[in-house]
């Protein structure tokens, strides 16, 4: 059988609305100093897209009236690549917003960036890092050689400065990804075996772990392809829908913009360039009342049974 992308197929996922916008998901841009097996935006070193410094100031101006926002989500990319990073960092905690950096915990490491971790700290910026896996192996076989170690280093040098420690304001959360076609284990006990051995090994702590599936799209799903898999994992998706998951999906209360402030329902529509909601025609930001964003209906295709398959996934880990 002929295998295709999962925004081709018709979609039998059940019908989800809108909660009111909390949370602001920003891709600033597909620059990365990585390039992962299974990004599902196909970053990397030589991509130019970023978004422009008049939409950075619009959506800092944003941060005046839209009420119901508590979170700046920042991701890319590396969202710490972009120029005026700092500058959206800084604007969005003076309105007293919380900043999440999504981070690969290697661009701590590159030059140039030597300030970041410190900067990051300053303005008590959550750090989301992914690490796929505790071992070396692993995680460079996933990410790229010498990934693993610049990423002990890393987080080295936060927990020196007191992100993950215990009575510490700033949070470090690590991120897990299945290598292959096959659901993440269960989180609690993957977090409890990640602590124990970057403790034991490295003396590295952390927060939380995050433990997520693994999208059926862009790279991660052109390699299912290439392997035969793609119609095989979206049964094993589809097959493990829990109904419970459903109402915590993270499209419920995230509005997800892209580099050029075009607003989508998650990150994962974002990258299948599926307009906001029912809608057949993409959306500015600027042109958004997101008050009046409340129950209307939410973008769905069969990628999405990849957050209620099992114990769940989000951002922010399994929703079990």
């Not at 008049?54 to 969202?79: C, E, M, Q, R, V």
């Amino acid at each position: 059988m002929h295998e295709t992308l999962p925004y081709l197929e018709p979609s039998d996922f059940p019908t989800s609305v809108r909660h009111q916008p909390e949370v602001l998901q920003l891709n600033l841009g597909y620059l990365c100093n990585l390039s992962c097996i299974h990004c599902h935006v196909n970053a990397g070193p030589t991509r130019t897209e970023l978004m422009s410094k008049d939409n950075i100031d619009k959506i800092i101006a944003l941060f005046d009236n839209a009420s119901t926002i508590h979170t700046l989500d920042l991701t890319g990319g590396a969202p710490e690549m972009h120029p005026h990073f700092q500058t959206l960092v800084l604007a969005a905690r003076q309105h007293g917003i919380k900043v999440i950096d999504r981070c690969n915990l290697v661009i701590l490491e590159e030059p140039g960036y030597e300030y970041l971790a410190q900067f990051l700290f300053d303005n008590q910026v959550e750090i989301t890092a992914s690490l796929p896996c505790y071992l070396e192996d692993n995680v460079d076989a996933q990410r790229g050689k010498g990934v693993f170690g610049k990423s002990i280093s890393a987080l080295k040098k936060l927990n020196a400065l007191g992100y993950g420690q215990e009575k510490s304001d700033c949070i470090l959360n690590l991120v897990f990804n299945p290598q292959g076609a096959e659901l993440p284990p269960a989180q609690a006990e993957l977090e409890q075996a990640y602590k124990t051995y970057l403790q034991s090994q490295y003396d590295i702590h952390f927060n939380q772990l995050y433990a997520v599936t693994n999208m059926p799209i862009q790279r991660f799903g052109s390699t299912l392809i290439s392997k035969g898999q793609m119609n095989g994992y979206l049964k094993l998706l589809k097959d493990n829908y829990c109904a419970q998951n459903l109402a915590h999906i993270m499209c419920k209360n995230t509005l997800s913009i892209d580099w050029q402030g075009y607003v989508y329902d998650c990150d994962f529509n974002q990258m299948l360039d599926l307009p906001l909601g029912s809608g057949t025609q993409k959306q500015h930001f600027t042109e958004l009342d997101l008050t009046q964003l409340q129950g209307s209906n939410i973008a769905v295709r069969q990628h999405c049974y990849g957050c209620t398959a099992g114990q769940g996934s989000s951002c922010g880990g399994s929703l079990a």
